[in-house]
């Protein structure tokens, strides 16, 4: 079993529908729980960062952490076209690397 | 947050050759990570690069193949030696910064071998 496990897609939805990606895993030392947009073509960019568990807000995204499951999400509300990318999870440990999941291509179709 | 660069952005390489690729970091980092991503595949880290000390690889990634210098606080180089196809991915140049240790990514470089 992979350390974090995360559904590669493509998940296709249409403009305007609440997207919501997850990734599972398995380390119940993780402590720190990130997402990542990535267009193609381009480098990861860091989109939420949250520590240990609960919901963190910004603006139309919203990070949500579930250490008891070991789940973590993340939901896009009123999705655009221009969301279309792949959406990376990752966690760690403390100041250890993280360990990043293949990531969620997400398309967000007019 | 951090602001890297790398270049080049994308090179098409004839196997054998060696690629050296750079790092640019708008501010001074500890720490600095090259990492390989092949499509459809997860990032898979490379080697984490301190300055002033030699670079420390993961399993499977070794110094003959994939030197790496640190010469200050803001610059890395990765260099691809002796390539093969197999070598043909994209290689991110990666930073930690912030209070919280956060990591920033360059925009890559697309390497392509023939």
């Known amino acids: 079993q992979k350390e974090v496990e995360q559904d590669p897609g493509p998940l296709s939805v249409p403009e305007g529908a609440i997207v919501s990606l997850n990734c599972t895993y398995s380390?119940?030392?993780?402590?720190?729980f990130m997402w990542y947009r990535q267009y193609s073509r381009k480098g990861p960019e860091l989109l939420m960062y949250?520590?240990?568990?609960g919901n963190k807000e910004d603006g139309r995204f919203t990070a949500q952490v579930d250490k008891s499951s070991k789940y973590i999400s993340l939901f896009i509300r009123d999705s655009q076209p221009s969301d279309s990318a792949t959406y990376l999870c990752a966690m760690k440990k403390g100041s250890y690397i993280p360990t990043f999941g293949r990531g969620t291509s997400l398309i967000v179709h007019p | 947050s951090a602001v890297i660069s790398q270049k080049p952005s994308r090179d098409i390489c004839q196997r054998g050759t060696s690629l050296t690729i750079q790092c640019q970091v708008d501010s001074q980092v500890t720490m600095m990570f090259w990492y390989r991503q092949q499509p459809g595949q997860s990032l898979t880290l490379i080697a984490t690069?301190?300055?002033?000390?030699?670079?420390?690889?993961e399993s499977g990634f070794v110094i003959d193949k994939f030197p790496i210098s640190r010469p200050n606080l803001t610059f890395s180089t990765l260099t691809v030696s002796n390539m093969s196809p197999e070598d043909s991915s994209i290689y991110l140049c990666?930073?930690?910064?912030?209070?919280?240790?956060?990591?920033?990514f360059g925009p890559g470089t697309r390497l392509t071998v023939t």
């Open positions: 949250t520590y240990s568990s």
């Open positions: 690069a301190n300055q002033g000390s030699e670079a420390t690889y």
């Open positions: 380390n119940s030392a993780f402590q720190y």
């Open positions: 990666s930073v930690e910064a912030g209070a919280t240790y956060e990591q920033y």
